[in-house]
Each structure stands twice: as C-alpha cells, then as structure tokens.
C-alpha cells in the first residue's frame, strides 16, 4: 500500500469549521457521512478524512440514511403508497392526460388534487417528525 497523503490546508480549513460549529451549536449531535469509497471492502480499518462540514438534518429510515425531504418523502411514499392512497383518496392515475382522454371527468381530476395537496401535506409533517438537525461531517478519501 502507497502512502497516503493529505491536502493539509483543506483539512485544517475543515477541522476549523467542524470546531466553530460545534462552539455555535454545542447541543446538537455530531454525525459521520461517510462516502461509500472509504468502505468499500468487506474487513479492516479504512481511512478517511473530515470533508466539508455543515448544519444540516438527516433522517433513518428503510435502514437508509436521508439528507434530503425530498427524497425521504418520495421513499416514504413508495413504501406506503397503498394506504396513503386509500387514507386520503387519492389516485395517481388521475391526470390531465386521462381526462382529456375521457377516462376521468374534470370533477374527479379536481377532487384528486385536493387529495394530493393532503397527502403532501401528511409527508411533509412526516418528514417533520423524522428529520433532526445536526452537525453533518462528511468522511471522505485522503
């Protein structure tokens, strides 16, 4: 194995961010990214560095980790869109396309987005419940 070799001016600008965050934000928890090339053998010790550091939220869920809503919302979604669905009577084939095609009425299709307007709104007040705010350091390669 060669020898590993640091960009030392990148690393200390990082660890200084890491160490002002956490004087600005010293109840928040501190939570590792860590880049999938730092792990990417099944044993050992790897070797990563601090990365860029921020404030940001993250969430658990599906034994994945979200850094984004959008994402975790659109997963959330994926999983439960069955009840979702018949919870707040909404259908996702009700489009513009399958009125103008006679498939639906206008009614139905107004109606359906009210039901997508609650649905959003439920995923979003998950998303609420779900995220937590913390200090992100991301863990890169050297």
């Not at 990417?40 to 980790?65: H, K, M, N, P, Q």
């Amino acid at each position: 194995m060669g020898v590993v070799t640091f960009d030392e001016a990148k690393q200390r600008k990082n660890n200084e961010e890491l160490l002002k965050l956490i004087k600005e934000n010293p109840t928040l928890p501190i939570i590792c990214m860590v880049d999938c090339d730092v792990v990417a053998e099944d044993s050992g010790r790897w070797l990563g560095v601090f990365g860029s550091v921020c404030v940001g939220e993250y969430a658990e869920y599906d034994e994945r980790i979200y850094d984004d809503r959008d994402d975790f919302k659109e997963r959330y979604y994926e999983i439960n869109d069955e009840e979702l669905e018949e919870r707040f009577g909404y259908n996702p084939c009700i489009t513009d396309y399958a009125v103008s095609v006679g498939r639906h009425t206008k009614e139905e299709f107004e109606k359906n987005l009210e039901a997508e307007k609650k649905v959003n709104a439920y995923l979003d007040e998950v998303a609420d419940r779900e995220f937590t705010k913390a200090i992100i350091v991301n863990v890169d390669l050297p």
